[in-house]
């Protein structure tokens, strides 16, 4: 078997729901699915392919697209064991013990330093990275939309909707597996580039970037136990009985052990039902009843003679991946975990700046930078005037006409430095002569026209319209100082 590593790169939000409902609280996945990699695969492929080849690598399950879960520099990632438990009061997984579960006498449970029986609380969620850093939570996204009234050309009522994405920036791992090398090539080449995925990706989401790993990343490790194997959950399991009907109980044989039994009261299972959305034929497909990533099976009387292996059935889109006795799993005599667990802090990697080549990308681009500046100078106006520093305390009582004089200069003069001269030159400047300066800006000194020229030399970055919505909004707080 030939295993490629595949870095995923968000260069847009991302939205991948986790159930088929438009209505409510719609929340998405925080891992990639496999399906979205075949996908991408079949639709550059499948037209172009034989029969034979087609059902080889979508079909047969000699080729298996993983999910993808986020990743830290390159590091394998995997979803929580559902064997982790911590106090109650305590259940910081960083600093407090972690206890695991089919190693706890239910006859001595643990306790805290008084002798007190712990209350004991299962972990739900998060991931543990290939070096033992824990990840709580993958960062995400919210924006709020609204469907469009095609004849108005206005938003439709009553048709406000909110998207949860994945936030462009992270970054995520999966790998290929391969039974026959032959399409190693094919489905890399096909699999390397920009695509889009997800919901929505013909609006500004799911643009992606997929490239391959060339260093091998190095996978957690097994451990030998005596007497019974812990089988770990990698991905969704699914299995069917001996009638083909879903099943939530696989036996030993199935879970990749040649025999023994399963021991449910020391397993921890959890279970999920979906139905995956098929893009091609607009519809959704057959329910599957899944075993949730993260469960632990407890094989009493069975050897594992491999470390992994992919088992079940729907391997072909990333289910069936499991992991006998992962070093995670480990405990000591207290039943607690052997491993401590280390924090993590994701950090965006620097996403590629767009830059603009055609007529019309440039005039958005443009239109855009000046969306921002002048967002960024109201910004700058509303929190100078309506702040309490008192930087702008003596300016209130200057009356609403020199401010009008002011923005008149602002709106008139070419640049910053020209309206300087015209406002402050001692020869010419309109605030240091004749009655503006008597009544004005000359008493105390100057102290009013100090502190406007402070706040000019302060913002002179923002240039002249900064200091037209200043005045403005000066003006009107005269007024307003005035009639009080």
């Known amino acids: 078997m030939k295993e490629i590593f595949f870095k995923v790169s968000l260069i847009s939000d991302l939205v991948i729901n986790s159930n088929l409902a438009t209505e409510g609280n719609m929340t998405s996945l925080d891992y990639l699915p496999g399906s979205n990699f075949l996908g991408i695969t079949a639709g550059k492929l499948y037209k172009n392919l034989s029969n034979n080849e087609n059902y080889t690598i979508f079909h047969s399950g000699k080729v298996r697209f993983g999910n993808a879960y986020i990743s830290i520099d390159d590091l394998l990632c995997y979803p929580i064991p559902s064997m982790y438990f911590t106090d109650k009061l305590n259940k910081d997984l960083i600093n407090n013990p972690i206890y695991l579960e089919h190693l706890i006498d239910k006859d001595s449970p643990p306790t805290d330093g008084n002798g007190n029986r712990l209350q004991l609380k299962q972990v739900r969620r998060g991931y543990l990275l290939s070096d033992y850093t824990f990840i709580n939570d993958v960062e995400k996204s919210f924006a709020i939309k609204s469907a469009m009234n095609r004849l108005n050309r206005t938003s439709k009522d009553g048709a406000m909707f909110g998207f949860e994405s994945l936030k462009k920036g992270l970054e995520f791992i999966f790998s290929v597996q391969f039974d026959d090398e032959f399409f190693v090539s094919i489905v890399t080449n096909a699999l390397e580039g920009t695509h889009r995925i997800g919901k929505s990706r013909n609006a500004e989401f799911g643009q992606v970037v997929i490239t391959k790993l060339q260093n091998q990343p190095t996978a957690i490790d097994s451990f030998d136990t005596h007497g019974y194997v812990l089988v770990y959950a990698q991905s969704n399991l699914c299995f069917t009985d001996n009638f083909g009907m879903p099943t939530f109980q696989p036996s030993a044989v199935q879970l990749g052990l040649e025999h023994g039994e399963v021991d449910y009261f020391k397993s921890q299972i959890r279970t999920q039902s979906y139905s995956p959305w098929n893009f091609k034929r607009n519809t959704s497909n057959t329910q599957r009843n899944c075993i949730s990533a993260g469960s632990i099976f407890f094989v009493k009387n069975a050897v594992k003679s491999v470390d992994t292996k992919t088992v079940g059935i729907y391997q072909t889109e990333g289910l069936g991946k499991v992991i006998y006795n992962p070093v995670f799993l480990k405990g000591n005599k207290d039943a607690s975990l052997l491993i401590n667990l280390r924090k993590s802090s994701i950090k965006e990697v620097p996403v590629q700046k767009f830059v603009p080549n055609t007529p019309l990308t440039k005039f958005l681009v443009s239109k855009l930078e000046e969306k921002n500046a002048e967002k960024d100078i109201s910004s700058a106006v509303q929190k100078l005037v ?92 005269s007024r307003k100082h005035k009639t009080n």
């Open 386 to 477: 309506y702040s309490d520093t008192g930087e702008i305390k003596s300016l209130i009582k200057i009356s609403s006409s020199q401010w009008g004089g002011i923005r008149a200069y602002a709106t008139k003069t070419d640049n910053y430095q020209q309206l300087m001269t015209e406002l402050f030159d001692e020869r010419i400047g309109y605030l240091t002569h004749g009655i503006a300066d008597e009544k004005y800006w000359g008493k105390n000194r100057g102290r009013n026209r100090n502190a406007l020229k402070n706040i000019f030399i302060k913002h002179e970055l923002l240039g002249n319209q900064f200091i037209a919505k200043f005045a403005a909004e000066m003006s009107k707080e």
